[in-house]
């Protein structure tokens, strides 16, 4: 039925106070298991001392958070700061020595960031990077999609699977605590960029793309290591978009979007010092002691946290991106506001990197069974090896390539008769409330999906079993009534938001009439 299905406004303000309620409990009871919990011995690796005057200590287990906000954060931000002060000195100095500093800024950006990667990394980690570049841009020039996507998929494979990931990353020199993950995260996103390339390249139909147009796309610095992937069509336009100019407000945007970063990462330190929800978690005798909202909570929490890192991470790059007149991908979806498989993802970029390239590509317009399978099966199978594969991911793209079919199949059985008779003859406000209740069970199948991947498949087991087995009925239906309140609120936003595109008023209803607007 129509998005734009309304609900009484009573009834929104019920579903507020359930929820904002439940939040808050569940959050007690966490905060209540990191304090009493605190001296525990499986904690003394992982919770280290924080806020001194208040006496609370804080949870470490996230190695990467730690490092980019304290042992590296000045690191990276020099780099960044680096880059944008790089490019505004090329810009002013440019015209000087009769240099369209707009035509070749691409080129600038590509200098800079090679030069950051080659003072970070070493001369052989930039040896196999440029390697990893001949090899597929070799491959591009036949210009036949398939050879494309296995010379990429098997370079790929090269930095994932022993014993070739650990011989090349022999090659490079030096030891620093962050060296693997910019390894890893150098190497895969420069293979996700050759391919994009190589792919966009077979679509060009007067001549190809250059290797210096290549290496101009790959060594853009903000996007290097971290990412997010821009499809090399997006980042070839804008980057050689010699006419530039600033939206009405927009600096005003990027330096609000800049203050809330900054708010987030100060919420998350403040969150760590109160809810352990990292540490709880790899403690299975702990975690069997605890309630079942407090189960409920850490694994909503822990899937909340990891979008905040990401939001974080791609929203401060992204800042970056923007003031050099950029589009780049955004930051994903909140996982508050899922409740479908289809928009699950915690990497944009990658997320459009697949759906441009493998998913709509054999999915289509994702109505047909079979080829919906396929297309899921193949972009799963990609995901498998991007992750890296092992037990854990083999497992997380089962089941989240399960639920992506499953709701097709659910779809398509109750588009039939007599169900969608049934549906027809109800009121759309009726009909958003039976959808909201399949979307409550589907959203805590994604939650489930996706802890597994993030603390553990024993903690994933064990929150599955008591919410759906041994909490049933009362924690099952409890939590599934406070989801289902949830849904219905995102359902409400994502209302509002189609009726301000379409620019029609939007009309509370009247609590004692139901209507769809």
């Given at each position: 039925?129509?998005?734009?299905?309304?609900?009484?406004?009573?009834?929104?303000?019920?579903?507020?106070?359930?929820?904002?309620?439940?939040?808050?409990?569940?959050?007690?009871?966490?905060?209540?298991?990191?304090?009493?919990?605190?001296?525990?011995?499986?904690?003394?690796?992982s919770v280290k001392p924080g806020w001194y005057y208040f006496g609370r200590k804080m949870d470490v287990a996230d190695f990467e958070w730690v490092m980019w906000f304290s042992t590296f954060r000045n690191h990276i931000l020099?780099?960044?700061?680096?880059?944008?002060?790089?490019?505004?000195?090329?810009?002013?100095?440019?015209?000087?020595?009769?240099?369209?500093?707009?035509?070749?800024?691409?080129?600038?950006?590509?200098?800079?960031?090679?030069?950051?990667?080659?003072?970070?990394?070493?001369?052989?980690?930039?040896?196999l990077v440029l390697s990893h570049c001949m090899v597929l841009y070799s491959v591009a020039m036949v210009k036949t999609k398939w050879m494309c996507f296995v010379a990429g998929l098997a370079t790929l494979a090269s930095i994932k699977l022993e014993p070739?990931?650990?011989?090349?990353?022999?090659?490079?020199?030096?030891?620093?605590?962050?060296?693997?993950?910019?390894?890893?995260?150098?190497?895969?996103?420069?293979i996700m960029r050759c391919m994009s390339f190589a792919l966009e390249n077979?679509?060009?139909?007067?001549?190809?793309?250059?290797f210096g147009d290549l290496l101009k796309y790959?060594?853009?610095?903000?996007?290097?290591?971290?990412?997010?992937?821009?499809?090399?069509?997006?980042?070839?336009?804008?980057?050689?978009?010699?006419?530039?100019?600033?939206?009405?407000?927009?600096?005003?945007?990027?330096?609000?979007?800049?203050?809330?970063?900054?708010?987030?990462?100060?919420?998350?330190?403040?969150?760590?010092?109160y809810l352990y929800i990292l540490t709880i978690p790899t403690d299975i005798m702990l975690v069997t002691q605890l309630s079942d909202w407090c189960l409920a909570g850490l694994a909503y929490f822990n899937l909340l946290y990891?979008?905040?890192?990401?939001?974080?991470?791609?929203?401060?790059?992204?800042?970056?991106?923007?003031?050099?007149?950029?589009?780049?991908?955004?930051?994903?979806?909140?996982?508050?506001?899922?409740?479908?498989?289809?928009?699950?993802?915690?990497?944009?970029?990658?997320?459009?990197?697949?759906?441009?390239?493998?998913?709509?590509?054999?999915g289509g317009d994702h109505d047909q069974i079979l080829k919906e399978f396929l297309a899921t099966v193949s972009t799963f199978a990609i995901t498998t090896l991007w992750l890296g594969p092992c037990e854990v991911v083999y497992i997380w793209s089962f089941f989240n390539c399960f639920g992506l079919n499953f709701e097709l199949w659910v779809a398509k059985f109750f588009s039939i008769p007599p169900?969608?008779?049934?549906?027809?003859?109800m009121g759309e406000a009726m009909s958003r409330r039976i959808r909201g209740l399949f979307n409550a069970a589907n959203f805590w199948a994604i939650i489930l999906y996706n802890v597994l991947s993030l603390n553990s498949l024993g903690f994933a087991k064990l929150v599955g079993r008591r919410l759906i087995f041994k909490g049933f009925p009362l924690s099952t239906l409890s939590v599934l009534l406070v989801t289902y309140c949830g849904v219905q609120l995102v359902k409400e936003h994502e209302r509002q938001q189609a009726l301000?595109?379409?620019?029609?008023?939007?009309?509370?209803?009247?609590?004692?009439?139901?209507?769809?607007?």
């Open positions: 039925m129509g998005i734009k299905a309304g609900l009484p406004r009573y009834e929104l303000y019920l579903y507020i106070a359930v929820l904002s309620g439940a939040l808050a409990w569940a959050a007690s009871w966490i905060v209540e298991a990191s304090s009493e919990n605190v001296s525990r011995k499986t904690f003394k690796e020099f780099a960044l700061c680096g880059h944008v002060i790089f490019a505004k000195i090329f810009t002013l100095l440019a015209p000087k020595i009769g240099i369209d500093g707009c035509k070749h800024r691409s080129l600038i950006f590509c200098v800079y960031g090679a030069l950051a990667v080659l003072v970070t990394m070493g001369w052989t980690f930039m040896a070739y990931n650990s011989w090349q990353e022999t090659l490079v020199t030096g030891s620093f605590d962050l060296q693997d993950i910019l390894f890893y995260g150098g190497c895969g996103f420069t077979c679509e060009k139909k007067d001549g190809n793309y250059s790959n060594f853009y610095l903000p996007f290097f290591f971290f990412g997010p992937v821009m499809t090399f069509d997006k980042y070839h336009a804008q980057a050689n978009n010699t006419k530039l100019s600033r939206k009405e407000r927009e600096m005003w945007n990027i330096t609000t979007k800049a203050v809330l970063h900054l708010a987030l990462i100060l919420t998350v330190d403040a969150f760590f010092h990891d979008w905040l890192k990401a939001a974080v991470m791609f929203g401060v790059i992204n800042t970056v991106a923007t003031l050099d007149h950029l589009d780049p991908p955004q930051p994903p979806k909140c996982i508050t506001m899922l409740y479908v498989f289809a928009e699950t993802h915690f990497d944009r970029g990658i997320n459009d990197w697949l759906c441009k390239y493998v998913y709509d590509y054999i169900f969608s008779t049934i549906e027809g003859l301000a595109e379409d620019a029609q008023p939007v009309k509370p209803l009247d609590a004692n009439k139901e209507k769809a607007e």
